[in-house]
Each structure stands twice: as structure tokens, then as C-alpha cells.
């Protein structure tokens, strides 16, 4: 049953008359929309945490505590701070299949961006519906929770409720300083950031007809890798119970060294990378203390990282607060027997951004730094190839992604765990979709994932089709912890012997794993 607002003309003044959803949650009434035409009830921008401003910026975050008794909650609050390389990106895209590039529109940024949106069908306290967390991808240092394809209002129409999370980013979430003290979080504040997401879905959710023992966390690219690093993280532990991960990436190997063979100390990374950013800052040879940094003007912050860390790629940092060792150690050293996940990865990973002119040479090269004595076995896999930019590709996504996805699935299972391993190949009818940029790209699954299709995009019946049978997938994982259901193509549980993973292209079918060659070479050296 529907809230709505029944003392209207009190307080027409502030919020208008329209017969809104509304929830009282943590001592403050929300007041959210109807998504358009449809019975799904939007609530956007709810602030979970304080604003992490002055002395809160590379703090660990503070719950959200109200200061007004009403608060609509009916537009996206600002994304955290960025450069605009996601937005242009999709710009890019809009270009490509012949669109304005304004039919995307500009993006809103702030540091006070801890927020989150809840989509859901049943503003019941006792419906109990499962519920699924997105976490965004973006690096760590891009990316925002409402991106077009991430609203969540037609997945929620599948009896879920769905809610994406915002989360610090770059300099402002993944940094740390000595100065810093170890009563606060040393590192990590992005992360601790979807930690407090979490816990006020866990106190809240029941409210907006959500079940806090039924989470589903799901999420892409960075975003997966940051999911998978809180499976094993005690902050995190009962906050969500199964995990969907897209083209997950940075599963911590190899670890960084320090040139002598000894793993380099995550927080001695972070906390360098912080001094440098002081220098960068000081108006002399001397960095600039925490307390003065904390004073420095955001943007002035986001122009001098980015300018002094232009490539860098933040992973979850070891910091013994929050992880304790390397994800790659977790799931080598943890049982997962009580692991569910569906994880999985695109057919052109990487293929956007190699080189036009892929040359033998380079490909050899790239065999040699990634697959080191095994490179002769890693060419003959790519061989018959006759699009070196493929070849190419499929070295780097097969090592950066597919393979250690298929090795953490196989692991699962090994331990009684239950994992489902996709291959996501689909690539839209048109010539636009031939396009480098294009094809089954990173990220290309997102519109299926949340049935939020561009309209400047070319989708058919078939990309429908295909959404639907996917959509059905996810939730019924979200429901169930299983993907299958009846009137739906079965998906096979990954081992070890079989290696069968579902195949979502022109037709969605069980398949043999795509790189057998390369993930065996993959198994091979991690086991060592």
C-alpha cells in the first residue's frame, strides 16, 4: 500500500499538493515521485552520510543526521567530484549513432555527494522484497550513481527494490596522509563510503518494502572489484548476502613490489601519493599539512591530482582496517563455500582502446609482459586472428578479466559455493555498431542489465528480447540465489571440468569457456 501525504494543505507551502510517495525513515519524512507511467516509486538523493566537507574529507564517513522534519527527496542529488571523461564518453557514444552530443546532459558535481536513490514497487514495511544494490564502475576516479543506463525503475517493476549508491572518488576517496590518525580510517574512504550505504540500507530498506537479509550488490568494472574486496571485509560482513559482478577488475595480482621482491605497503602507497599531492599544492618545497589540505578549494584538489596522477588506477588499498590482505590472497586463503555470485565479462573488453595499427610486434610485447615465460603459448592462442586490434584485445581481457572471473567462479564451486560464469557478446544491428568503439564493449551490457536503452541507440526486438531474458536472470538470483527459472534458457553452474558459462549474444546459450588456452596458462601461474 502506498504512503501518500494526507495533511496536503498543511504543508502545501513547502512541498506542494501532489499526492507523492513519502516514507518517514530516520526521523525525517521522504518525500519521493512516481516514476513516469508506471507504479514504481522513486526516491532520489537521500543523504546517507554527513557531507564530507572541511574536516570531514578524508574522514571516515558520519551517518546523516536530519535537520528538517520534510525533505524531497524527487531529483539526483550531485555526483561526487570528477573530471567529465564518463560524461564525453557517452557523448562520444551518442556521436557515433548520429545523435547531438547534448542529447546527454551536462553533469552536476560536488563533494558533498553522499547519496543514495531507491527505486521500488511496494512502499510495504512487510513485503519483504529482495533487494539489489548497484555499485557503479568508473576506475574509482569517475562515474556516478544515476548514469543513464543505472536507474533503476524498470528492474524494480521485477519485484525487487533497487538502490544505487554514490561514493567519494579519486584523490577525495582513494588518498591518504601521515597525518591522519588511526582512530579514522587511514585509507580506503570511497569504500567506507559504500559501507555506510549499506549499513543505512540495512537499518532503512525495510521501510521502502525492502528484506536487509535478502541484498544482492551488484556491479561493473571498478564497482565489481570494490563488491568482491567487501565479500571479504569485516566492516562489511551481513551488509549484503550475494554478489553480481560485471566485468569485475583488479583482483590485486600481481602485487606491487618494492623493487626488492617485499609487497609493497599499500598504505605507504596512499600516504606518498598524498604528500605528493601537499607538494603539488604548497607554495614551497614543504607539503602541505592535513589541516591546511582540508582547506583547499575541491576543485583546486580535483585539477592537481588529476594533473599529478593523470593514469592512476585505484584499487581497494590493504590498510588493516578495512582489507586486510590482497583480494587475490582472499580467495586463494578463504573458504567460499558460502559464496553466491554471478560474474562474467564482454567479448571486446579492451578493443576500444587499442591502437588503430596494431602492429605483431606490439602484440608479441603485450604476450611477453602479461604471460612472461608462457608468451609463445599465449600467441598461438590469438594466432588465426586476422584483426590484430582483436588479438590484442583478447590478451589483455583474458588476463585482466576473464580469467581471473573463471578462476574465482571455479574456486566457488570448488569449495560448495554456487557461481554463474556470462559471456556478454551481443553486438547491436547497424553499421554505428561496428564501430571500434562499439561492438560488445566495456560496459556494453549495462542498458540490458537495468532495461534502460538509450533512445539515441540502435535496439531491436532481439536487444529486447535478450533484456528481458537477462533482467529475468539477475532478479531471479536477487530472489532465489539462483538465476534459473522456468521459461528461461538453463544456466549452468562453472567447475572446473566442464567450464560452461551462458552466452548472451544473438541467442543466449550454454557455451564452452571462449578462452580455454589462455585461462589455462592463467590457472597455471596463479597456482604457483
Not at 546523516?64 to 564525453?88: D, V, W
Request: glycine fraction near 6%; hydrophobic fraction near 40%; aromatic fraction near 10%.
Amino acid at each position: 500500500m502506498k504512503k501518500i501525504i494526507i495533511m496536503c494543505l498543511l504543508i502545501m507551502p513547502i512541498i506542494g499538493c501532489e499526492q507523492d510517495p513519502s516514507v518517514f525513515v530516520n526521523n525525517q519524512t521522504l518525500i519521493g515521485k512516481f516514476h513516469a507511467d508506471t507504479n514504481i516509486s522513486a526516491f532520489l538523493g537521500i543523504p546517507f552520510a554527513e557531507p564530507p566537507l572541511d574536516d570531514l574529507r578524508w574522514h571516515k564517513p558520519i551517518p546523516f543526521e536530519p535537520r528538517n522534519s520534510i525533505r524531497k527527496t524527487q531529483q539526483f542529488a550531485p555526483a561526487c567530484m570528477q573530471k567529465m571523461g564518463i560524461l564525453e564518453w557517452y557523448r562520444d557514444l551518442a556521436e557515433i549513432f548520429v545523435n547531438n552530443r547534448n542529447v546527454v546532459p551536462d553533469l552536476s558535481i560536488n563533494e558533498d555527494c553522499l547519496y543514495l536513490n531507491i527505486w521500488t514497487p511496494a512502499l510495504n514495511n512487510t513485503a519483504n522484497l529482495p533487494v539489489m544494490v548497484y555499485i557503479h564502475g568508473g576506475s574509482n576516479d569517475s562515474g556516478w550513481a544515476f548514469e543513464p543506463n543505472y536507474h533503476g525503475h524498470a528492474l524494480a517493476q521485477k519485484d525487487v527494490v533497487v538502490v544505487s549508491i554514490a561514493y567519494r572518488l579519486g584523490g577525495f576517496g582513494f588518498l591518504s596522509h601521515p597525518d591522519i590518525e588511526n582512530s579514522d580510517a587511514l585509507a580506503n574512504f570511497g569504500l567506507w563510503d559504500q559501507v555506510a550505504g549499506l549499513q543505512w540500507i540495512k537499518k532503512n530498506i525495510n521501510q521502502f518494502g525492502g528484506n536487509p537479509n535478502m541484498v544482492t550488490a551488484f556491479g561493473e568494472s571498478a564497482g565489481a572489484q570494490d563488491i568482491l574486496a567487501l565479500m571479504f571485509a569485516a566492516p562489511a560482513k551481513g551488509l549484503f548476502h550475494q554478489a553480481i559482478l560485471q566485468s569485475n577488475a583488479g583482483f590485486g595480482l600481481p602485487e606491487e613490489t618494492d623493487g626488492t621482491g617485499h609487497v609493497k605497503s599499500s598504505i605507504d602507497n596512499e600516504q606518498a601519493r598524498g604528500i605528493a599531492l601537499a607538494k603539488a599544492l604548497s607554495e614551497n618545497d614543504a607539503p602541505l599539512p592535513l589541516d591546511a589540505l582540508r582547506k583547499v578549494p575541491a576543485t583546486k584538489i580535483l585539477d592537481t591530482y588529476q594533473k599529478t596522477f593523470p593514469n592512476y588506477y585505484h584499487s581497494p588499498a590493504v590498510d588493516g582496517q578495512l582489507i586486510n590482505t590482497s583480494t587475490w590472497v582472499d580467495i586463494q586463503k578463504t573458504n567460499l563455500a558460502s559464496m553466491k555470485v554471478i560474474i562474467g565479462s564482454n567479448a571486446d573488453e579492451y578493443y576500444a582502446n587499442t591502437p588503430e595499427d596494431v602492429s605483431k610486434e606490439m602484440i608479441q610485447d603485450t604476450a611477453k609482459i602479461l604471460y612472461k615465460s608462457d608468451s609463445a603459448s599465449a600467441l598461438e592462442a590469438v594466432i588465426d586472428e586476422s584483426d590484430t586490434r582483436n588479438a590484442l584485445d583478447r590478451l589483455y581481457s583474458a588476463e585482466g578479466m576473464l580469467c581471473p572471473s573463471q578462476t574465482l567462479a571455479e574456486r566457488i564451486t570448488e569449495d560448495q559455493g554456487k557461481s554463474w560464469v556470462y559471456y556478454f557478446n551481443r553486438v547491436r544491428d547497424g553499421k554505428a555498431a561496428m564501430h571500434p568503439m562499439i561492438r560488445a564493449y566495456h560496459g556494453a551490457e549495462l542498458p540490458y542489465v537495468f532495461n534502460t536503452h538509450d533512445s539515441w541507440m540502435n535496439t531491436s526486438a532481439l536487444d529486447i528480447e535478450i533484456t528481458n531474458i537477462l533482467t529475468d536472470y539477475w532478479t531471479n538470483f536477487a530472489k532465489t540465489g539462483d538465476p534459473n527459472a522456468q521459461g528461461i534458457p538453463n544456466w549452468s553452474m562453472f567447475d572446473k571440468n566442464e567450464k560452461l558459462v551462458q552466452s548472451f549474444g544473438n541467442t543466449i546459450q550454454t557455451i564452452p569457456s571462449t578462452e580455454p588456452i589462455l585461462c589455462k596458462l592463467f590457472s597455471n601461474r596463479v597456482s604457483q
